[in-house]
């Protein structure tokens, strides 16, 4: 048997397994939500196990919507490629440009220098820029390139106190030979149970540090909206499901609502690491005493010298600056929603406003394959034989083999699955049985409502992907806020932000896993502290929701663009 045949005999296996299915539902007769149920419910058994791989499932309704008279093929396509894929995709070729110059890796070493060295400040000063970087870049791409610097601070605290120990180890034994001298003194020699306290002490460190770094990459995504998946999930779920909401979450509303509560969830989790692996130990937290000046030297000089490396600013490194810039000024300033933005200026005609952020995301994606990465040369009389033949533009911020390799493709398709899922539950009426099934929640308070549902999203994502999870859950709940005459995003905007929450696992998310593989902590350790997380960032959501949330967004009202979904053809 040739190698590999066997993988490929059990995914030949699993997809016909789902084609019988199909057929068998197809042909029993069943009414149209019946089918579209189906293949949401194999998709969902899919996604769960990764029996293949995430972004083939996605494909699933390409296939079975038109086998099972659902959709058209035409229909389903067209889904596939939409704004919001769009926006996201301009969003991740920029962040390949950030990665590829290293501007990431200045921004953090920079901001690290500024923040200090104590061992408080330090953790904060990791949390914070994790979570800026991850705001504009992938948690993945953020985690893997601040852990190692982490890795390099702890392996110079543990050296510098290797040191300190064998230098006092000798002054104690002069020391104490002095003192017997003394009339009436008494030395207690306490170093092998007060170096078991400082050894326990240096581990719970370590955890402290690397842990604050996957949760705050995970936390940092929440607070744009094309930070993490899910919230691209919602942007498309609300075009889907309710094409006259129009600009209602955009990317400046979101980040209204979304950057306080991530703020407010990185202080909360800096405080529960502080208190369960630090302590609030005053002279420990903020550096007191001789070996902790020592320990923020080491630091200190880990990232000085890491910093040094990169070198001066480069050309590439501004431009890319620059473009970034750019990016963020337009987005705000495109529709702010307080004033008059520059949407209104020559691309919004009546209610057809035809400039969207994916139009502002493509713009800057395409500025950087043309924005040059070195200064170009103008003087030709001095060119050397060598410089004249070499060309006058030099190369681009970005080439389409770099964007290739980097730009996860796969998550691109995940979306479209799913709004090709929020599609077919439209057109097979089975929003409409799912609502009237949920009418009974009439009788519950919407407050009791959100935070329920959040809990279940919470704990739902850490066994499955987060974008599957929001996939999943957002036209159901969608459909039970429009029945109960309840604002859809007062349930869809927490259970969106609450699919971001897997803090417990190690394989929940790939920052936790690649935390892991640096073996300081254990499975139980990462269960402990992400159970509490959990808790936090669910109490955070509600407080935002039922505050400044509600103001943002109108969530005490029931809008008129959720009264009736159209369907589009």
């Known amino acids: 048997m040739e190698p590999g045949s066997t993988e490929l005999e059990r995914t030949d296996s699993r997809v016909g397994t789902a084609l019988l299915g199909a057929r ?85 070493l920079r901001t690290l220098l500024w923040v200090g ?92 540090m690397t842990l604050c770094v996957c949760y705050a990459a995970s936390i940092g995504g929440t607070a744009t909206l094309t930070g993490t998946g899910p919230n691209v999930v919602l942007l498309g779920q609300m075009h889907e499901l309710f094409p006259d909401s129009k600009d209602t979450v955009n990317f400046a509303s979101w980040f209204g609502f979304a950057f306080p509560n991530m703020v407010i969830m990185l202080l909360l989790a800096w405080l529960w690491l502080q208190c369960i692996y630090m302590g609030f130990n005053f002279k420990k937290s903020w550096g007191c005493g001789l070996e902790r000046r020592n320990n923020e030297k080491a630091a200190y000089e880990v990232l000085q010298e890491e910093y040094r490396k990169l070198g001066p600013f480069s050309f590439a490194e501004i431009n890319v600056l620059l473009c970034f810039l750019l990016l963020v000024s337009l987005w705000f300033s495109r529709d702010p929603g307080f004033m008059p933005g520059w949407l209104s200026v020559a691309w919004a005609e009546g209610e057809t406003k035809y400039a ?10 395409m500025l950087l394959f043309v924005v040059p990465s070195q200064k170009p040369k103008f003087n030709f009389c001095s060119q050397t034989e060598e410089e004249r033949k070499t060309p006058f533009y030099p190369p681009a911020l970005l080439n389409w083999k770099v964007t290739q390799e980097k730009v996860p493709w796969g998550i691109v398709l995940l979306l479209g699955g799913g709004f090709a899922l929020a599609k ?49 859950f957002l036209p159901i709940f969608a459909s039970m806020s429009r029945s109960i005459g309840l604002n859809p995003l007062y349930v869809m905007l927490p259970c969106t932000l609450s699919a971001s929450f897997a ?50 967004f109108d969530l005490d009202r029931f809008p008129d663009w959720a009264n009736v979904t159209r369907i589009e053809t």
């Open 503 to 552: 803090f417990m696992l190690p394989v929940a998310t790939p920052p936790n896993a690649i935390v892991f593989a640096y073996g300081h902590l254990k499975v139980s350790d990462m269960v402990k502290t992400g159970l509490m997380m959990n808790i936090i960032g669910v109490f955070c959501v509600f407080l935002a929701v039922n505050t400044w949330g509600r103001v943002i």
């Open 24 to 108: 068998a539902v197809g042909s029993s007769g069943c009414q149209m939500f019946v089918r579209c149920a189906y293949v949401i419910i194999l998709m969902a058994i899919y996604w769960c196990t990764e029996v293949i791989p995430l972004a083939v499932t996605s494909l699933m309704p390409a296939l079975l919507f038109p086998l099972l008279k659902i959709l058209d093929s035409k229909q389903v396509c067209i889904q596939y490629m939409k704004d919001t894929n769009m926006l996201f995709l301009g969003g991740l070729i920029v962040a390949v440009a950030v990665e590829r110059w290293n501007l990431h890796k200045r921004i953090a």
């Open 356 to 365: 969207s952020d994916a139009t502002v995301a493509i713009f800057v994606a």
């Open 424 to 472: 077919g539950c439209e057109a097979s009426g089975l929003s409409e049985w799912m609502g009237k099934q949920m009418e009974p929640l009439h009788a519950v308070p919407p407050a009791a409502i959100t935070l329920i549902l959040s809990l279940l999203v919470a704990v739902f994502t850490e066994c499955t992907s987060n974008v599957a999870t929001t996939t999943l």
């Open 117 to 208: 060295a104590k061992p408080a400040q330090l953790m904060l000063g990791f949390m914070g820029v994790t979570a800026f970087l991850s705001m504009w870049i992938s948690n993945t791409a953020t985690t893997a390139m601040m852990v190692p610097i982490v890795e390099a601070v702890l392996q110079q605290m543990e050296a510098t106190n290797t040191a300190n120990e064998a230098g006092l180890g000798a002054l104690e034994l002069g020391d104490k030979g002095k003192a017997s001298e003394l009339p009436g003194s008494q030395v207690i020699f306490e170093g092998p149970a007060m170096g078991q306290q400082e050894n326990c002490d240096r581990k719970s460190m370590c955890k402290a």
